[in-house]
C-alpha cells in the first residue's frame, strides 16, 4: 500500500513537468509528509491541462454522511473494476496523483522500518489514481491504485503504488478507453529507476512536514537493505 507521499518541487517544476497549469489560488507549499485527508495535486481526465486539488481518501458517490463517510486512500489494481466503490471511478473518473517520492514501511519481528523511495534522485512522476465527487457533499476525493511489486521493492513490501511513465501517463487520462483498457496499461515500474534508503521514525507522525524526513538514517541492530546502506 502507500500512506504518505511526497511533493517537495516548486510550481514552476510541476506545471513544466505536466504541461498543465495549477487552478487560480493553489498554494504550492513543499510537502515532506502528504497523508490521507489532506487536500493534493491531482490532473482529472477531465481537466487534462489543469492541476487541481483534491482530498486523498476517495469517498464514493454513495456515501451520505461526511461526517462518517467511507474512504479508500488506496485501490487494488486486481479487484478495481469488480469493487463497488471503484467501478465507477475506473471507468470514466482517472486521475494522475503527483509526487516526487513516497514512503513504505518495511515489518521485521515487530517494528516497522520506514523508507523513502524515488524516481532517479527525485524526479517528479505520476501515481495512478481515481477520483470521485460526492453528488451530497461535493468533495472532491481519490484513492492511490496499489498493484504487486517488482523485485526490487518486493524486499519492503508486498504492495507498492502504480507509477506511471510520462507515456503511459496520456494513455491513462485518456477519456475513450475504458477501464479494462485502462488497467492494462499499468505495467510494474522499471527498477533501474528506482532508488531507496532508510529514513528515521519521524515520518510516523503525521505532525511533522520537514526537509528532515527525508534525510537518509540507519537504524541500530537492524539489517536493511537499500541503495546508500
Known sequence: MCGRYTLKSTKAEIEKRF?????????FEPNYNACPSSLLPIVTNKKTQTIINAKWGLVPAWSLNLASQASF??????GILTTKSFKGPIENQRCIVIADGYYE???IGKIKIPYYVQINNGELFAFAGIYETNEDTNVLSFSLITMEPNSKLSFIHHRMPAILSPEQESLWLDSDINGKEAIEIITQYSES???????????????????NLI??????????????F
Request: hydrophobic content about 30%.
Open 19 to 27: 504541461k498543465s497549469y495549477a487552478d487560480p489560488g493553489m498554494q
Open 73 to 78: 486512500v488506496n485501490a487494488t489494481l486486481e
Open 105 to 107: 514501511w518495511k515489518t
Open 193 to 211: 529507476m528506482l532508488n531507496f534508503y532508510t529514513v528515521s521514525n519521524r515520518i510516523n507522525k503525521p505532525g511533522f512536514n520537514d526537509e
Open 215 to 228: 534525510i537518509p538514517y540507519k537504524h541500530e541492530n537492524v539489517a536493511t537493505q537499500g541503495d546508500l
